[in-house]
Each structure stands twice: as C-alpha cells, then as structure tokens.
C-alpha cells in the first residue's frame, strides 16, 4: 500500500518562503516520478512541479523560477522548495505518483 504524507505547509507573508516534504512509503521514489499539485479554493487542482527518476524536473509556468522540486533519497522524501510566494500561490499542496495522492498540507500566503 503506498502512503504520501505532506507537511510543511502554513501562513507566510508575500515573498515569503516555505519548504514542502513528501514522505512516501509503500515506493520507492528514486524509482518513480512525483509530481506536486495544488488546489486554490474554488478551482481545479493544477500541476506545479515534476521530477523523473533521472532527475528531469519540470514547472508549471506560474512557478517556474520560484520553486524548485528535489528528493532525499536517503529519506524517500520529495521536497518542493518556494520562495517569493504570492497570494495567488495560496492553494492545498498535493503529493502525487501515478494514482496515488497524499491528503494535502495548506499553503496562505497573505500580509
């Protein structure tokens, strides 16, 4: 059974920084591709960031240049660093791996 547990999350002030974590058990995620998502209230989940197995990384444009997506393999974890957040990056963050999808940390950034 794979589990994906996100932490990290909280209120920050505009061009603030938070650091996201996703531990998974259940695979192994130098193995797969992880993906992060978020939700905004009131609209669809979107993508933000992938990283492959070979450490290919890709970012929706809203981020690009403002986060960056890692793993520790050490810890079979999956990060997702943001800097110079915005309002409009306030969202529940999601983990993901093919169909499986962790419970989502909150993500406010507000003044």
């Known amino acids: 059974q794979v589990l994906l547990v996100e932490s990290g999350g909280g209120l920050v002030q505009p061009g603030g920084s938070l650091r996201l974590s996703c531990a998974a058990s259940?695979?192994?995620?130098?193995?797969?591709?992880m993906k992060w998502y978020r939700q905004a209230p009131g609209k669809q989940r979107e993508w933000v960031a992938t990283?492959?197995?070979?450490?290919?990384?890709s970012y929706s444009p809203s981020v690009k240049g403002r986060f960056t997506i890692s793993r520790d393999n050490a810890k079979n974890t999956v990060l997702l660093q943001m800097n110079n957040l915005k309002p409009e990056d306030t969202a529940v963050y999601y983990c993901?791996?093919?169909?499986?999808w962790g419970q989502g940390t909150q993500v406010i950034v507000s003044a």
């Open positions: 993901n791996s093919d169909i499986n």
């Open positions: 259940g695979l192994i995620i130098s193995r797969n591709i």
């Open positions: 990283i492959t197995p070979d450490n290919g990384t």
